[in-house]
């Protein structure tokens, strides 16, 4: 059985919620908040001391995008688009949220991978609720609606959901976004989300 290191709110509830759409599989909840991604034995696991690690019967795989894609492979073909295209334009948006979306939000409470000094770090920490809204107005143009694509999901939907979650803690209202926002509360009723939501990876 596949299992994944995880934890609340983190960027591992994509996966969550992707296993679920389903996967048999069984989470490790790893205590993010407590540092547990730091120590030694975490380390074993994951040098790069974060979450997600999907473990598989041959080996242990990281990187959030990396996952999805393995997922789409192996198990879940209808949310892996057939189209060269359209599974380049699928990569397309996933890379955009893992190396922008993702590392802006990150300078709210991770600055200190970056800078040292306060000022430098409150400096990042006011640039946030900027940042974000940045990346929602782009991803507003994205969405084809309700999904990004259109009417049916994709891995990238999994990984837009997370990062829509974070918006209210960085300042940024999703309602100033109507079709961010519908896609949310699409996202939102599918029981891959529920049960995440139910299992307390979010909030
Ligand atoms: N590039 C990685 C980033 C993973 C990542 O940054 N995870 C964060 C949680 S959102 C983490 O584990 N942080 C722990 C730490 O910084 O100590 C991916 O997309 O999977």
């Known amino acids: 059985m596949l299992k994944l290191y995880c934890a609340p709110n983190t960027i591992s ?4 919620i992707a296993l679920n759409e389903g996967v048999h599989w069984e989470p490790i909840r790893v ?64 890379y955009y949220l893992g190396t922008t979306m993702h590392v802006n939000h990150a300078h709210m409470r991770r600055g200190y991978r970056w800078a040292d000094q306060d000022s430098s770090l409150s400096d990042m920490q006011a640039k946030v609720s900027e940042t974000m809204a940045a990346s929602s107005a ?25 990062l829509s979650t974070w918006l209210e803690r960085d300042g940024v209202g999703i309602e100033a976004y109507p079709r961010f926002a519908a896609f949310k509360a699409a996202m939102e009723e599918r029981p891959s989300v529920k049960r995440a939501i139910a299992d307390g990876f979010f909030g």
Request: hydrophobic fraction near 40%.
């Open 138 to 162: 782009y991803v507003e143009g994205l969405i084809e609606g309700p999904f990004i694509f259109g009417s049916s999901p994709t891995l990238a939907d999994f990984y837009l959901y997370t």
């Open 13 to 16: 509830t994509v996966v969550v």
């Open 31 to 94: 205590d993010v908040a407590g540092g547990e991604q730091t120590r030694p034995e975490y380390l074993k696991v994951n040098p790069k001391g974060r979450v997600p690690v999907l473990l598989t019967p041959e080996s242990a795989l990281t990187e959030t995008g990396a996952i999805l894609e393995y997922l789409g492979e192996t198990a879940l073909p209808d949310l892996l688009p057939a189209d060269p295209l359209h599974r380049a334009r699928m990569r397309e948006v996933m």
